[in-house]
């Protein structure tokens, strides 16, 4: 697919492609949903583009002035092609060979489906201070990445306060949805000393559909014989 930005961004690049651009709109305006006049609109900002780029980088005349028009021809041009472009986009019958040909963006027309996180997150215990406890979570398969996995819009949180963890999810306490992996988890001021403490999650993607739970993973609070596990 071309890049979403398909004007390019170098001078001699604008004016390789908008020859190709503004050639093919000449030969054929009707079929792409423009009119004659909005050709030879086009053509003519393109000629004045291309006179003030020579004239621009000419040694002859080369100097502040003409850089400036330059400029300005170019932006004009560069306005210009936007809109023609957004007409041509938007006309039905428009292929996405033509839009190629052209050098505009070729729109996916079956976009990939989002489908439910596969794998779940791991869970490092990175320290416990008093009743709070810091976890870093990350993806099983790529441990040194410190990103969520692709198509994963954020994490949701559980904890319980036990000797085990519990075996279903009413048991667990939702701690909320976060977008960063490393996070703290404060327990109340009433936890015990040395309680031990667990954690699952779960990713989910921009739908908000879930993917499999993480193995729990446990701590102590300070106080205990046990520390963190």
């Known amino acids: 697919m071309a890049d979403s930005d398909y004007i390019p961004k170098t001078d001699l690049g604008l004016l390789s492609w908008g020859t190709n651009y503004s050639g093919l709109i000449t030969a054929g305006p009707l079929p792409l949903g423009l009119t004659t006049l909005i050709a030879t609109t086009l053509a003519g900002?393109?000629?004045?583009?291309?006179?003030?780029l020579s004239a621009s980088t000419s040694p002859a005349t080369r100097g502040g002035a003409t850089i400036l028009a330059k400029d300005a021809a170019r932006r004009d041009l560069v306005s210009y092609c936007r809109l023609t472009a957004r007409a041509i986009q938007g006309t039905i019958t428009v292929t996405n060979a033509q839009r190629y040909d052209l050098g505009l963006t070729v729109r996916d027309t079956a976009p990939?489906?989002?489908t439910p996180p596969a794998s779940a997150p791991d869970i490092d215990i990175l320290s416990v201070s008093g009743n709070t406890v810091k976890l870093r979570l990350h993806d099983p398969a790529n441990p040194t990445r410190r990103g969520k996995p692709a198509g994963v819009a954020g994490l949701s949180i559980f904890s319980h306060v036990g000797a085990t963890p519990p075996d279903t999810e009413s048991d667990w306490t939702f701690e909320g949805n976060w977008?960063?992996?490393t996070l703290m988890v404060a327990f109340p001021e009433g936890t015990p000393a040395g309680a031990r403490v667990w954690f699952t999650a779960f990713y989910y993607n921009p739908r908000a559909q879930r993917g499999p739970a993480a193995t729990p993973a446990g701590a102590n609070i300070p106080g205990g014989a046990?520390?963190?596990a």
Do not use: D, Q
């Open 226 to 228: 046990a520390m963190a």
């Open 179 to 181: 977008t960063r992996t």
């Open 112 to 114: 990939s489906p989002i």
């Open 45 to 52: 900002k393109l000629a004045a583009f291309e006179a003030a």
